[in-house]
């Protein structure tokens, strides 16, 4: 494959897919200048490595599986990064109260960067790109039964850190 088709096909990835990659990447960083740097690095190595796209309807995976490893190369070259753990949480989340206190969006973003990236991740992907449990499974290299309990296990941490928080958002969806 030339330079030139290589281009056209990169082009063509970042116009269908540039927004959703972007908010995966501000999702996982909580940064818009983190998530501009990664999906222009993503798109960088989709350009250097568009021949190994081998199915084109498969591409958004393509590149969130680039992008992720981008953000977990930054991630193991920062130091201080100090996640918080997931092990004493059950996979049940706490009954909620009868009314439901509402959060903001920055306080969402908050709770999911506190969110360890295994665990961020699958809920970044299931709730805000729609993917299916096996095309997360397909880009963390991890069975099904493991993304659906990180899923809940990342559920009931972020219901429990929402909901005690006393915020102002109502928390559908999750």
């Known amino acids: 494959m030339g330079a030139t088709e290589s281009r056209r096909g990169v082009t ?7 927004e959703s990659l ?3 990447a501000y999702r996982l960083s909580g940064s818009a200048a983190d998530a501009e740097d990664l999906s222009q690095e993503a798109f960088c190595k989709a350009h250097t490595q568009f021949a190994q796209l081998r199915d084109p309807e498969r591409a958004k995976p393509w590149l969130f599986s680039i992008l992720r490893n981008a953000y977990l190369h930054r991630l193991r070259t920062e130091k201080g990064h100090r996640p918080v753990s997931l092990d004493a949480i059950g996979d049940e989340a706490a009954a909620l109260p009868a009314e439901v206190p509402e959060i903001g969006s920055e306080q969402l973003q908050v709770a999911l960067s506190e969110l360890p990236e295994e665990f961020r991740t699958p809920v970044i992907l299931f709730y805000f790109e729609e993917m299916s449990y096996r095309d997360i499974a397909e880009q963390m290299g991890l ?4 993304v659906m309990s990180r899923l809940a296990r990342a559920k009931s941490h972020l219901k429990n850190r929402l909901v005690s928080s006393g915020s102002k958002e109502v928390t559908r969806g999750l």
Request: charge should be neutral; proline fraction near 7%; avoid cysteine.
């Open 12 to 18: 063509s990835l970042v116009e269908q897919h540039y």
């Open 22 to 24: 972007y908010r995966y």
């Open 143 to 146: 069975p099904i039964g493991t």
